[in-house]
T-cell receptor, first 113, second 116 residues
Framework: NAGVTQTPKFRVLKTGQSMTLLCAQD?????MYWYRQDPGMGLRLIHY???????AKGEVPDGYNVSRLKKQNFLLGLESAAPSQTSVYFC????????????FGPGTRLTVL | AQKITQTQPGMFVQEKEAVTLDCTYD???????LFWYKQPSSGEMIFLIY??????QNATEGRYSLNFQKARKSANLVISASQLGDSAMYFC?????????????FGQGTELSVKP
């Protein structure tokens, strides 16, 4: 039982390059989330999904796209990276009640030069 | 609007002493969950403890307890018998299911340093 895994762990991009971050969970959770964490701040929601084939925007969605073709995977894409997207990205998953803990992946540290 | 406020950017505590990390929240919803997460310098988010809005008893998990005062909208984390390994960032968070898929709303965190 691996929990929530993220690929890659680190990445350096040049401005304008694209990349995809992969999140996978093996807990059969319906809900999945992508957050970003900037220095000295808590996490902020980028996009989320409440089930396979569904996605929706969070607080800071600009510059990102997501897809959830399979229940266990949630992909975050950057089409044209900008320095403002330098951050640590966390994926999380959970069942669907307020009492349910969100399980976090280890994070991806992205630097855009 | 939902909001979490952590007013202590940094805290120091002597090893083996107890420490309280403050958290206040704002929501008009009746059903919500309150969480504390620990983030060590290695960066991962570690779940510590949960309190439901309808729970009448304060939550406890080992050395962690949550002092839940609903009328004051506070959910302070108490760590008893601090250890050096407790040095980390601590985040208070709230979850309301109808809000953006039940996202977690985080405070800005408190950095705890445990002194030997």
């Amino acid at each position: 039982n691996a929990g929530v895994t993220q690929t890659p762990k680190f990445r350096v991009l040049k401005t304008g390059q694209s990349m995809t971050l992969l999140c996978a969970q093996d807990m059969n959770h319906e809900y999945m989330y992508w957050y970003r964490q900037d220095p000295g701040m808590g996490l902020r929601l980028i996009h989320y999904s409440v089930g396979e084939g569904t996605t929706a925007k969070g607080e800071v969605p600009d510059g990102y796209n997501v897809s959830r073709l399979k229940k266990q995977n949630f992909l975050l894409g950057l089409e044209s990276a900008a320095p403002s997207q330098t951050s640590v990205y966390f994926c999380a998953s959970s069942y669907g009640l307020p009492i349910d803990e969100q399980f976090f992946g280890p994070g991806t540290r992205l630097t855009v030069l | 609007a939902q909001k979490i406020t952590q007013t202590q950017p940094g805290m120091f505590v002597q090893e083996k002493e107890a420490v309280t990390l403050d958290c206040t929240y704002d929501t008009s919803d009746q059903s919500y969950g309150l969480f504390w997460y620990k983030q060590p310098s290695s960066g991962e988010m570690i779940f510590l403890i949960y309190q439901g809005s309808y729970d009448e008893q304060n939550a406890t998990e080992g050395r962690y307890s949550l002092n839940f005062q609903k009328a004051r909208k506070s959910a302070n984390l108490v760590i008893s018998a601090s250890q050096l390994g407790d040095s980390a960032m601590y985040f208070c968070a709230m979850r309301v299911l109808w809000n953006q898929g039940g996202k977690l709303i985080f405070g800005q965190g408190t950095e705890l340093s445990v002194k030997p």
